[in-house]
């Protein structure tokens, strides 16, 4: 999911009666994880092998995909590249523009921005302010209840931007053997999307972009269908 359990719920229940089984879990420091375990890359690796060990021994690693959304998505190349024989494909959303440690200056700005802002709220302020972006979506499919629900950001601010910042993608992509399918709205961030799309070494792998979705697309009822449609399709082709 993007940071805890919540944030595709409603996509998972799509998603069964379709016939699969979507493990949802909280990132660390998210959910029902909030006040025990501190967010880290290597938590959040330690984290998914666990539930890999658990719930999927039974399975073969092509039967396995990781579907990840923003901060889900950015720590999911990480843990992708950590887990790299325990998958057979990976569905990563929102995740288009760089935020690692090579990024633009723009985006590093964007970066200690995110992390003053978050590091001098108490949690009321900034949940006041991510509401705040939500009335600006047009995203209407269960986004409050799914984004803002879980303990997506109770002091995680400067945590997060710490994975973000750390992860380069450009480095991990070219080590995965396996499809990756992105998504993105056009409306958000997004400088290398075609990058990362040109460095996956599987040629199955492709990029789709809904045209007037923001960060919030997946939470839009103007894309939801066809996504799931498209997320359907993408796994029947990792198992063939």
């Not at 039974?58 to 843990?79: D, E, R």
């Not at 799914?146 to 945590?159: H, I, K, L, R, T």
Request: with cysteine.
């Amino acid at each position: 999911g993007g940071s805890s359990r919540a944030m595709f719920r409603p996509h998972a229940s799509a998603l069964a009666q379709k016939g699969y089984r979507s493990l949802l879990i909280d990132l660390p420091g998210h959910g029902t994880l909030v006040d025990t375990v501190t967010l880290t890359l290597d938590a959040c690796v330690a984290a998914v092998e666990q539930i890999l060990d658990q719930e999927c021994r039974s399975q073969k690693p092509s039967n396995i995909i990781y579907i990840g959304g923003s901060l889900g998505a950015y720590t999911g190349f990480h843990i992708l590249g950590q887990l790299k024989t325990r998958f057979g494909g990976a569905i990563l959303l929102d995740c288009g523009q760089n935020v690692g440690p090579d990024c633009s200056v723009k985006a590093r700005a964007g970066i200690w921005f995110l992390r003053k802002l978050s590091g001098n709220m108490n949690n009321k302020a900034l949940m006041g302010a991510m509401m705040g972006n939500v009335k600006k979506s047009k995203a209407d499919y269960h986004l409050v209840e799914c984004c803002y629900a879980g303990g997506m950001f109770f002091q995680q601010g400067s945590a997060q931007c710490d994975c973000l910042h750390t992860v380069a993608p450009g480095q991990i992509i070219p080590i995965l053997n396996i499809p990756i399918l992105f998504f993105n709205g056009s409306e958000d961030y997004r400088d290398s999307e075609d990058k990362w799309l040109r460095l996956c070494k599987d040629d199955r792998s492709y990029l789709h972009v809904y045209d007037g979705g923001d960060h919030f697309f997946c939470h839009d009822s103007r894309f939801v269908d066809d996504m799931l449609h498209r997320m359907d399709k993408f796994i029947q082709m990792t198992r063939l």
